[in-house]
């Protein structure tokens, strides 16, 4: 943890926080803070600043904070993945919001499992966590906007023209020869397929869509291995 994510109902005054559970026991156990301490510390959505450690024990932490600068910029990017097995998804969305993604649109294909739609972790608290460890793991404080799009046809034609208006549009597909362009120009819509890739299908409504395929060279990567691979090559 190298930030503390403060949220609302962790104030008990307009610069004083107060911290139980996890947060409260990685600051016991990891940072061995003491009383006087300086912690970094960011409010969610908002700027990152100093906690310094009024209270610390078994039954709480209190700081008393102050915020001073913004956090990193976002990259300019829109991340539509096709939806990984819940294991697979929450090291992906980790990583990605680490990265300073902050759209992601969670896809269907016909590669994907049903059963992975009625997973808990594209619920509450279960999808939040991987988000929250990521900003927590950049020192960053603007949570991902994570949508759910389980129908692949409508979403393609219907939404994802006007999503991803003004920006290059590549879709990442191991079977084409083209390879995947550097350090992009502007804003980039990515869409990354499931496990063995989208099927023609769908990679010809992609295209239709303005969308064009490209790839990381011969090797067929994972999921979680593929979308930081792409993120880094484009930016």
């Known amino acids: 943890m190298n930030l503390i994510l403060l949220f609302p109902e962790d104030f008990v005054a307009p610069d004083r926080v107060l911290l139980t559970g996890r947060r409260l026991r990685h600051v016991l156990e990891v940072h061995r803070a003491v009383l006087g301490q300086s912690l ?17 024990d078994e039954e709480g ?25 819940p294991k697979v998804l929450k090291r992906v969305l980790l990583a ?8 992601i649109v969670l896809l269907n294909s016909f590669r994907v499992e049903k059963s992975f739609w009625k997973s ?35 979403f393609v034609e219907d939404e994802l023209p006007a999503l991803s208006a003004g920006s290059t549009r590549l879709v990442a597909h191991p079977l084409t020869e083209r390879p995947c362009p550097r350090e992009v120009s502007g804003p980039v819509t990515l869409v990354v397929g499931p496990e063995g890739g989208f099927i023609p299908y769908e990679i010809e409504k992609l295209q239709e869509a303005g969308f ?10 994972r999921v979680e291995t593929a979308v930081t691979t792409l993120l880094a090559r484009l930016f």
Do not use: M, N, Y
């Open 212 to 221: 064009l395929p490209c790839a990381l060279g011969e090797r067929i990567l």
């Open 40 to 56: 970094c510390v960011g409010e969610a959505g908002g700027r990152i600043g100093i906690g310094r450690v009024l209270r610390l």
């Open 96 to 103: 990605v919001t680490s990265l300073g993604v902050k759209q």
């Open 120 to 154: 808990p972790a594209l619920v509450g608290e279960a999808l939040r966590e991987p988000l929250i460890l990521g900003l927590e793991q950049a020192r960053d404080t603007v949570l991902p906007d994570v949508l759910l799009k389980p129908l692949f046809k409508p």
């Open 61 to 85: 932490l209190e700081l008393a904070v102050a915020f001073e600068r913004e956090p990193p910029p976002p990259l300019p990017v829109t991340l539509v993945l096709a939806l990984p097995r």
